[in-house]
């Protein structure tokens, strides 16, 4: 099998080609933007592309012993780095451990490639020890970062990387991507908009419960700002849930509520509460553990705020 860079990431993939068929590849690349456009898929696709053996290959062949090595997951050349629990940081002697793999010759005679995701989750020590192996690369070795978040990499790793900044694709272009895929236009054009426009993220609500999720997240949400449900009970239901994730739900649901039902009476409160939200879900991506449910009863109640002053 061929990873394939997607059809938005074309420019993208042009321009690579150029680099590596002149050689002038740097060695190390930081592919950043919004969660949910496909910067994994063009990660793997450039490290597959990178170790497959047939030759004059604009994408990798997926037919030739290594492409079936990395298609398994069992290139010996071809490492990946992530935390070891979602949300915990990448851990230093994690870092080693790649730095030590990459000083060695390819096993495979072609490139050592690594892939870092999400690269943000590498702590001040992490991110140190793993500068000192882009100050002195070993011969045919890229190291592929992969980060949502770029601005909270220290400006020393950003410096080092050639950036590739992948913007959120046009809407005809996802929407086509996800039909595609799907084969069920309907469903792709429903739920498109609900991913902020994010086809891969779209397509992860598609083939998982996540639409059902937040669905119902959204109805908890609308019950505590009616004052149908208190903030209390409302914060208990949401203890299982993905902190990040459902943080993102409330701030798409406040961005839709602000541009549509109160869009004539804009209310500052809600800005404030957008604000606190982005507050909190820097929190848990930062690696800090909250407790849940404290978490989500005071967010909850001040939401109930933000409607018992409009009243
Ligand atoms: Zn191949």
Known sequence: MS???????????????TSIDGERLPHAVLISGDEG???????????QRLICSAEMVKYACGACKTCTLFS?????????????????????????????????TAQQGGWKVAIISPAEAMNISSANALLKNLEEPQGKTLLILVSNRPSRLSATIRSRCQ??????????????????????????????????????????????????????FEALVSDVGTGAMSPLAAAQQCQKLDGEMSIEWFSRYIHRLA????????????????DKLLLARNWIASG?????????????MDWAMVFKRRK
């Open 72 to 104: 398994a997951g069992n290139h010996p050349d071809v490492s990946y780095l992530a935390p070891e629990e979602k949300g915990k940081p990448i851990k230093i002697e994690q870092v080693r451990k790649l730095c030590v793999s990459l000083g060695k």
């Open 163 to 216: 950036k590739l900044s992948m913007p959120t694709p046009d809407t005809q272009m996802a929407l086509q991507w996800l039909t595609d895929v799907t084969s069920d236009a309907s469903a792709a054009a429903q739920v498109l908009p609900l991913a902020g426009g994010r086809p891969l993220l779209a397509l992860n609500y598609l083939q998982s419960d996540n639409l059902d999720q937040r669905q119902q």
């Open 259 to 274: 541009t549509t039902e109160l869009a004539d009476k804009p209310n500052p409160a809600l800005f404030s509460f957008s």
């Open 37 to 47: 456009i496909g910067k994994s898929r063009l990660a793997t696709a450039l490290a």
């Open 288 to 300: 800090n553990n909250p407790n849940p449910q404290m978490l989500w009863e005071e967010l909850f």
């Open 3 to 17: 990873a394939l860079p997607l059809p938005w990431q074309e420019a993208t993939w042009a321009a690579l080609n």
